[in-house]
DNA sequence: GGTTACCTTTACGTTAACGTAAACTTGGTT
DNA sequence: AACCAAGTTTACGTTAACGTAAAGGTAACC
């Protein structure tokens, strides 16, 4: 069983996402990341890694850096007062909402798509069809 | 029978749909939409109600105004050669493939809000219950 | 010891998607 | 005639999310 490295370097988590390391740099300057340090060098724990990967989830999703860093501190808190938890569940069921709404349109727009894919293959059986025909009647009047 | 109106204002789209009448040009601007005249002002049809309605559901997916343009294309797409519809078709298979990873993206999130949701409520129930202790434990060095 | 490969901070530049303000026209109303 | 609401164009301002360049530190390798 081969252990998975306890920590990374800020290059080796570009590469692995794709990502330029001003990115995971900037992402820590608003407050979505706190990396540990090796002196000036920033070390990245598997919790971190993690993070990057919801932060990129979040991308696709749609969603702003600040909407991310919203639901880590959602997901963080541990000190919660009874108003506080109130407003809490009051945000989870506004991204509830607005998800079950995402997940609506994305259905929507993959039938739509599908459609237009039919058409396309459509068309394009039309085409391969008449050039067959060409092939069977040569030479008229081709260049 | 009510027949819906044939046409509409700038005003009356950015009411209905909640935006200002500047993104509704700044649409236009960017290839979005086209609609008719009548001298200078702006006459929009039902299709271009409904395109309106399509770019703010791109909007809703993450979609940059140029990506839903690109699908407009694609749609209105008619003149079309072999190598023309083999990209559209590929391109549909793109979008198809990040959509799917949005429809997975989305579900994952919705069950990780799920338990979250859950435990909040947990914490509420707990910090209720030990008020109602304390209501049926009378003044115990309450202030 | 010089080069190479990464890492750092600082700071100015850039693009998308509008916001906002100015200055003007047009159609209806009092 | 005066006025208001809604429309228009033009143009500069703003925010998010980085890109890019400058200037420098550190560790390994030839």
Redesign the interface.
Same mark, same amino acid.
Not at 43 to 72: M, P
């Given at each position: 069983m081969t252990t998975q490295p306890t920590t990374y370097s800020i290059g080796e988590l570009a590469r692995e996402f794709d990502i330029t390391t001003r990115s995971i740099r900037f992402y820590e300057d608003q407050g979505l990341l706190a990396p540990q340090r090796q002196g000036q060098t920033r070390l990245y724990t598997n919790k971190d890694r993690v993070r990057l990967k919801l932060i990129l989830?979040g +991308?696709? &999703?749609?969603?702003s850096l600040a909407e991310t860093k919203n639901l880590f501190d959602?997901?963080d808190m541990e000190n919660?007062s009874?108003r506080q =938890?109130?407003t $809490? %569940?009051a945000l @989870? !069921?506004d +991204? +509830?909402l607005? %998800? +079950?709404?995402? &997940?609506e !349109? @994305?259905? $929507? =727009? &993959?039938v739509e =798509?599908?459609n237009? /894919?039919e058409r396309?293959?459509d068309? %394009?059986a039309e @085409? /391969?069809a008449s050039q067959a025909a060409n092939q069977s009647l040569p030479n008229q009047e081709s260049l």
């Amino acid at each position: 069983m081969t252990t998975q490295p306890t920590t990374y370097s800020i290059g080796e988590l570009a590469r692995e996402f794709d990502i330029t390391t001003r990115s995971i740099r900037f992402y820590e300057d608003q407050g979505l990341l706190a990396p540990q340090r090796q002196g000036q060098t920033r070390l990245y724990t598997n919790k971190d890694r993690v993070r990057l990967k919801l932060i990129l989830r979040g +991308k696709r &999703l749609g969603f702003s850096l600040a909407e991310t860093k919203n639901l880590f501190d959602l997901y963080d808190m541990e000190n919660s007062s009874e108003r506080q =938890l109130r407003t $809490v %569940l009051a945000l @989870i !069921d506004d +991204k +509830k909402l607005s %998800l +079950k709404q995402q &997940l609506e !349109d @994305i259905k $929507v =727009l &993959l039938v739509e =798509l599908n459609n237009l /894919e039919e058409r396309c293959r459509d068309e %394009l059986a039309e @085409i /391969e069809a008449s050039q067959a025909a060409n092939q069977s009647l040569p030479n008229q009047e081709s260049l």
